[in-house]
């Protein structure tokens, strides 16, 4: 049997970021080079074949649903094809592992999506974005791998542990807790735990309203009160600590509960999750705000 090819969908971000002046690794606008252009710089990929399309060119702080749902959709058209063994997406670092989470709770793909990036734009010195895709080319091609995962500087993360947790530094993602799933090591990969697994909601048709507001010193209701008037569907709340809400903020979220609007706290610790207790009033999820969000969103659509 001939050898399947891998998909890589383009979205943007730095990888396919440029600057004026070559060493400018911060002064550079996203999302300028088309993906076929960024892979025919790229010496090798391990010959294995490959196709290519662009599905969005964004920077992805700018990240919409309808691009969600298209690159879902291209997702779903290419892994269902027998002579496609995986897909690559390139993508910004800034939401990544929100488009990660979202592809994973709606694709449960058994093949694997490989996502990866760079905090390097394409005219920089030294870019990190072409390794970055061979390595999730790597990944994608690998018969035992399965789920979205996230591939940047070697390391293969799970799309619901991957957090951005550096602004500057060419390996930003953390997995937290639970670790990385693997490595790649010279085109080798080296599997540390399980592939992610789990998902198969429905993408919406149409996105239920779903904000996050942070619980901090001086907080109050009225930002919940306003939004609750806007009609919004969902409210999670950046917990302090173990999922604690300030005192002048809960009388708020409560109200807005009774009101039929869904409230989940989430901690805004940077690891963890929240550790249940008789008296919560609120109910609360160990996933991080901006994940309980799409979760959110996915569950009232
Ligand atoms: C983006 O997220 O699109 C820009 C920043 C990056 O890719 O590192």
Known sequence: MAQRKIVVLGTGGTLAGTSATPGDNVGYTAAQVGIADLLARIPTLNGVPIESEQVAQVDSKDMTFA??????ARCAHWLAQDDVAGIVITHGTDTIEETAFFLQEVLAPRKPVAMTCAMRPSTAISPDGPQNIVDAVTVA?????????????????????IAKVHNYRIDPFSSGDAGPVGYVEDGK?????EWPSGGGMKVPQQWPRVEIVFSYAGATGDTVKSLVAQGV?????AATGNGSVHHELMPALLDAQARGVRVMRATRTAEGGIIPKPSDQLPH???????ARIRLMLELA
Do not use: F
């Open 189 to 193: 990969l080296r599997i540390v735990r």
């Open 67 to 72: 691009i969600w749902r298209d690159l879902a």
């Open 141 to 161: 091609s690998d018969q035992g791998a399965q789920g979205v995962t996230v591939v940047c500087a070697g390391v293969v993360h799970d799309a619901r542990a």
């Open 285 to 291: 999820t160990n996933l991080p705000p901006v994940k």
């Open 233 to 237: 569907r969902g409210i999670v709340i």
